[in-house]
């Protein structure tokens, strides 16, 4: 099943000029993002490595700074 193009594509109005943004990752994402960890921490059991995910936060503009949302 092919995705249409209003599926995957996503805009934000930044100042009154509108951009294209990457779609928001999806539940197929957190999976392979899960798995990636898991083989790298896992490989750097017995070193003084740590490894750590990126934390996923959305962030919108107001009046003139952005704001974290949760």
Known sequence: MSLLKDDYTKEEKINGVVYD????????????????YRIIST????????AFMEVYTKWEWKDTNWKRIR
Request: with cysteine; aromatic share 4%; charged share 5%.
């Open 43 to 50: 490989g750097l059991q017995g070193t003084v490595c740590l």
């Open 21 to 36: 943004m990457s779609p928001s990752p999806n539940y197929q994402h957190g999976i392979v993002d899960g798995n990636i």
